[in-house]
Each structure stands twice: as structure tokens, then as C-alpha cells.
């Protein structure tokens, strides 16, 4: 069964500040989501990412997946107050089911 | 807005009732999914349909039902409702049955007092 591992769950930060959220996942899969969610939201597609060493970058944060190791990285660089949310990485199972780590709740104070 | 819609937005029901939750996916999309979010829980896949054919299945409980009818539309069906159950229920909808990316719609939250 796919586990997928996400750290911090909490993150409270300074604006400016940078920081890196850890996504493990437990099988091997070949695609790897970020997706955001505000307080009572839906989820907001961040990133794709489908092969080994992929990087995508978006505005202040970027994204990462080594598929040997089994992990994914999302980097937050120069924090500001509007990136706070709750960051999810779900890996996909089976055919595109979606199996999501519990979330990191972010909070950046000014 | 993912074009991913849901109604309702909020339902408020007693426990043993039955409800319907409604999903449209994006214009094109085949494969419509639905998750379940609580706090206790957190995100889980409970159901997927391709093209009106159940495709995969997570952990949804008997209790629960779903269908896609031939205009690509979905319904879960939440019967015999429990305090439990109370969630935020999402559809997510995509292109094809896999490797595609999945849209959210803005979800149902649902109430069981």
C-alpha cells in the first residue's frame, strides 16, 4: 500500500525566509502533484511532476522529484504572506488514483 | 476555477438520511474521481469512473454509492448517514482514465448532526 509522508506538517516562518516542505512516498510511481488549499477552499494544482530529476518553478516556489529516492521537495524562497496555505503532495497510484500526504500547514508572519 | 462544478455547496442533514452529491467535469473530461477530506482522515480517494464504468476504488464504504451517467455528469450517494461522515467532499475531473492531471471542483461540505 502507498504511504505518502509529508514534513513539517506546521510551518510558521518569517517573511523573506526560506524553506523547504519534504514529500516521501512509500512505491515506486512516476507522477508526483503539489496542490494548494486555502482555509474552506478546493485544491489548486501547483506542479507536475513526471520523471526522475524534474524541476518546476512558479512565482516563489519550486518544485523537485527524485523518483529513487522517493522524495519530493517543495521550496519556498523568500516567503511572503500571501503564499500561506496548506501544501499537499499526493502521488498516483495505480491508474491516477491519488494517494495525498497529510499536508503542511504554512503560516508566514510579517 | 478549475470548470469543475459541484452542487451542493453545503448540506446540513440528520443522521440515517440519504444524500446525493452532484459533479460536473471539465467539457471534455471522461474520468471524474471523488475524495473525501475530514480532519480525522484527511484526503482520500473514494471512487473513479471512466466514460460511465467504474474504474478504480479506494476506501469507500458500503454505504456509499456512486454512478456517471452518459452526459459525463457524476453523483455520490451518502446513505444511512453516521456524525462520521461529516467531510468535505470533492470531485475532480480529467482528460483521460490516466496520467492526466486532476482538476478539483470547489467541493460539498457536508453536515451530519
Known amino acids: 500500500e502507498l504511504k505518502v509522508e509529508q514534513n513539517p506538517l506546521f510551518l510558521s516562518m518569517q517573511e523573506g525566509k526560506n524553506y523547504t516542505i519534504y514529500c516521501n512516498y512509500s512505491?515506486?510511481?512516476?507522477?508526483l502533484y503539489w496542490y494548494r488549499q486555502d482555509p474552506g477552499k478546493s485544491l489548486e494544482s501547483l506542479f507536475v511532476?513526471?520523471?526522475?530529476?524534474a524541476v518546476k518553478q512558479e512565482g516563489r516556489l519550486m518544485a523537485s522529484l527524485d523518483t529513487k529516492a522517493r522524495l519530493s521537495t517543495l521550496h519556498i524562497t523568500a516567503a511572503v504572506h500571501d503564499l500561506s496555505a496548506t501544501y499537499f503532495c499526493?502521488?498516483?497510484?495505480?491508474?491516477?488514483?491519488?494517494?495525498f500526504g497529510a499536508g503542511t500547514i504554512l503560516r508566514v508572519k510579517s | 476555477d478549475s470548470g469543475v462544478t459541484q452542487t451542493p455547496k453545503h448540506l446540513i442533514t440528520a443522521t440515517g438520511q440519504r444524500v446525493t452529491l452532484r459533479c460536473s467535469p471539465r467539457?471534455?473530461?471522461?474520468?471524474v474521481y471523488w475524495y473525501q477530506q475530514s480532519l480525522d482522515q484527511g484526503l482520500q480517494f473514494l471512487i473513479q469512473?471512466?466514460?460511465?464504468?467504474?474504474?478504480a476504488k479506494g476506501n469507500i464504504l458500503e454505504r456509499f454509492s456512486a454512478q456517471q451517467f452518459p452526459d459525463l455528469h457524476s453523483e455520490l450517494n451518502l446513505s444511512s448517514l453516521e456524525l462520521g461522515d461529516s467531510a468535505l467532499y470533492f470531485c475532480?475531473?480529467?482528460?483521460?482514465?490516466?496520467?492526466?492531471?486532476?482538476?478539483f471542483g470547489p467541493g460539498t461540505r457536508l453536515t451530519v448532526l
Open positions: 467539457s471534455g473530461d471522461l474520468s
Open positions: 511532476l513526471l520523471s526522475n530529476g
Open positions: 512505491t515506486t510511481s512516476d507522477r
Open positions: 469512473y471512466y466514460n460511465g464504468e467504474e474504474r
Open positions: 499526493a502521488v498516483a497510484e495505480y491508474g491516477n488514483k491519488l494517494v
Open positions: 475532480a475531473s480529467s482528460e483521460q482514465s490516466s496520467y492526466n492531471e486532476q482538476f
